[in-house]
């Protein structure tokens, strides 16, 4: 990631301020690797760790050196932590790893009679399915996103990660957006079985952002981390490790969890096949 925040801050013409929002950071432990990487943007480099959870918001002072939030020219590497999205517009790039698949969505389901939305009601104290017919607006708006849908087949609207989206790009005047997480198509989605994608906070995808703003690039997880050398710090980890297997310290410990990592975020059949969204904001 630190390679990837270097390619595009020259893609920016290496601005003096170049700030990267991590939405739903969690403990601070991607803002720390990235710091302790030392990425060529780090005298511009301005992180900005949000995270509603107080908790978690808690243990960020653990993994950063913190700041007051406030953004000044150079004199990077810096960080702060927010409870939301900060005011723009900004130079720079929002990030989000699996941060859509937890927000809120209204569940549709098609039925001879149309589209019925799925809500939980109680029945003896235990919490069951309730198919309630869709207002106009939604059985509509299923219609646009699914033609010919077969009966039985569910469709997520996702009007919150819509409304993420579009705050998140407000948020930029120059940069991008880039979302890793599970993704597909609702048509896609509305053919498979829905136990297959609807799991609690896992597995929906953010088919339905584009309406947002056209998505700029989409490529799988894998094929990201490739771009920006992932198989060349594998190598170097790996050699690392041979050359001290040996002894078999925390450094060579260290090296080896690197090639198993590695391994695990490129793996197709696995975090590999991640999608990463990525929407760019025209340079001005």
């Known amino acids: 990631m630190a390679r990837a925040l270097d390619a595009w801050w020259h893609e920016l013409g290496d601005p003096d301020q170049f700030v990267v929002v991590d939405a739903g950071a969690g403990c601070g432990t991607l803002a720390r690797d990235v710091l302790a990487a030392e990425p060529s943007c780090s005298p511009a480099l301005h992180y900005v760790l949000v995270e509603r959870s107080d908790s978690l918001r808690a243990a960020h002072a653990d993994n950063v050196a913190l700041e007051p939030a406030r953004v000044a020219l150079g004199r990077g590497p810096t960080a702060t932590s927010l409870q939301e999205l900060p005011a723009g517009p ?77 705050d998140a790009l407000g948020v930029l005047g120059r940069g991008r957006v880039v979302v890793f997480d599970y993704a597909d198509t609702t048509p896609a989605m ?74 695990a975020l490129t793996d197709p059949a696995g975090l590999g096949a991640f999608r990463v969204l990525e929407w760019v904001l025209p340079v001005r």
């Open 90 to 166: 900004l130079t720079g790039v929002v990030l989000a790893n699996e941060l859509l698949d937890n927000l809120g969505f209204r569940l549709l389901e098609r039925g001879a009679q149309g589209w019925s939305e799925v809500r939980v009601g109680e029945t003896d104290g235990r919490l069951v399915e309730v198919l309630v017919a869709a207002s106009d607006d939604l059985g509509a708006e299923a219609d646009g996103l699914v033609s010919d849908p077969p009966d039985g087949a569910r469709v997520s609207l996702q009007h919150a990660a819509r409304a993420w989206l579009r």
């Open 190 to 263: 509305a053919r498979r079985p829905w136990r297959q994608w609807l799991r609690t906070f896992r597995a929906h995808g953010p088919g339905q952002l584009a309406r947002v703003r056209a998505v700029t690039a989409d490529r799988p997880q894998a094929e990201f981390l490739r771009a920006f050398g992932i198989d060349e710090l594998a190598v170097g980890a790996r050699a690392a490790w041979e050359s001290r297997a040996h002894v078999g310290d925390l450094e060579a410990l260290k090296h080896r969890s690197r090639v198993t990592e590695v391994e």
